[in-house]
């Protein structure tokens, strides 16, 4: 059965460090997202990804992260500068039409 | 402003009965609603998906059903497991089919 993939499962980052996030959605879907759950909250949009560009992002996707699809098939989200507060789960998720979203396992960021 | 609420944070029901989780949402007009599951350190897992021009919609043990008008939707588990005890998650798809999440209701079912 596909399924995305994400690396690292977990990062322990500095403050101020940045950190990439990697994702290998699944190959013939066309749209792809990154979630947040921060410890014990529900799981937060991010940012969309369609046709090799942002769709649409939240007021939580500001300058300090970006995406990026470098070779059709990974799909990074990049975080400058990490501050204390961006310590959370961090979701991939791709879906193929309207159907339904394949999320993987996430990468688990600790910024210390 | 928008919200979409999950009835409780936490559900404790008994082995072999039906669980029913709610969904509330104000000031959306989704075309469709999704539930998913979520375990402890995992991504949410797909279960159902109802649009809004459908009443209920069914797999196996479960059922999902979706009111526009009361801005509601209902979701069933029958004949339910421990391994069903899990976080369940209600989201609303919207724009370039980005999910919004409830907060989830946490079901424990005990043996």
């Known amino acids: 059965e596909p399924e995305v993939t994400q690396t690292p499962s977990h990062q322990v980052t500095q403050m101020g460090q940045e950190v990439i996030l990697r994702c290998v959605p699944i190959s013939n879907h066309l749209y792809f997202y990154w979630y947040r759950q921060i410890l014990g909250q529900k799981v937060e949009f991010l940012v969309s990804f369609y046709n090799n560009e942002i769709s649409e992002k939240s007021e939580i996707f500001d300058d300090q992260f970006s995406v990026e699809r470098p070779d059709g098939s990974n799909f990074t989200l990049k975080i400058r500068s990490t501050k204390l507060e961006d310590s959370a789960m961090y979701f991939c998720?791709?879906?193929?039409?309207?159907?339904?979203?394949?999320f993987g396992q996430g990468t688990r960021l600790t910024v210390v | 402003s928008q919200k979409i609420e999950q009835n409780s944070e936490a559900l404790n029901i008994q082995e072999g009965k039906t669980a029913t989780l709610t969904c509330n949402y104000t000031?959306?007009?989704?075309?469709?609603l999704q539930w998913y599951r979520q375990d402890p350190g995992r991504g949410p897992v797909f279960l159902l998906l109802i649009r809004e021009n459908e009443k209920e919609k069914r797999k196996e043990r479960l059922k999902v059903t979706f009111d526009t008008t009361l801005k509601q939707s209902l979701f069933h588990i029958t004949a339910s497991q421990p391994a069903d005890s899990a976080t369940y998650l209600c989201?609303?798809?919207?724009?370039?089919?980005?999910?919004?999440f409830g907060t989830g209701t946490r079901l424990l079912v005990s043996p």
């Open positions: 989201a609303l798809v919207t724009g370039f089919q980005k999910l919004v």
């Open positions: 000031n959306y007009s989704p075309a469709y």
């Open positions: 998720a791709s879906v193929r039409v309207v159907t339904e979203a394949f």
